[in-house]
Nanobody, 115 residues
Framework: QVQLVESGGGLVQVGGSLRLSCAAS????????MAWYRQAPGKQREPVAGITSRGMTNYANSVKGRFTISRDNAKNTVWLQMNSLKPEDTAVYYC?????????WGQGTQVTVSS
């Protein structure tokens, strides 16, 4: 059984920063790509950033230059540092992990950016 636990969401003002964490536990072996997605009210879930097991990263155009994804393979943890937050970043953020041909998802953490 595998579990992803996210933390770090909250309420922040425009221009502020938050750091999301996602820790995987359980029967962990050879994690592949880890990623962050988000879903705003009334919108589809969209990818935000991803990182391979070797550290290669990719970002949605809307967050490039503001968000940074990182991971620690020994700790089975991925982070998302979010800077210069905008109201349009408001969403539930989900951690996703690919392992042994299966996608695992966290429960989501709310990020609200107030103006």
């Amino acid at each position: 059984q595998v579990q992803l636990v996210e933390s770090g969401g909250g309420l922040v003002q425009v221009g502020g920063s938050l750091r999301l964490s996602c820790a995987a536990s359980g029967s962990i072996f050879a994690i592949g790509t880890m990623a962050w997605y988000r879903q705003a009210p009334g919108k589809q879930r969209e990818p935000v950033a991803g990182i391979t097991s070797r550290g290669m990263t990719n970002y949605a155009n809307s967050v490039k230059g503001r968000f940074t994804i990182s991971r620690d393979n020994a700790k089975n943890t991925v982070w998302l540092q979010m800077n210069s937050l905008k109201p349009e970043d408001t969403a539930v953020y989900y951690c996703q992990m690919y392992m042994r041909d299966y996608d695992y998802w966290g429960q989501g953490t709310q990020v609200t950016v107030s103006s």
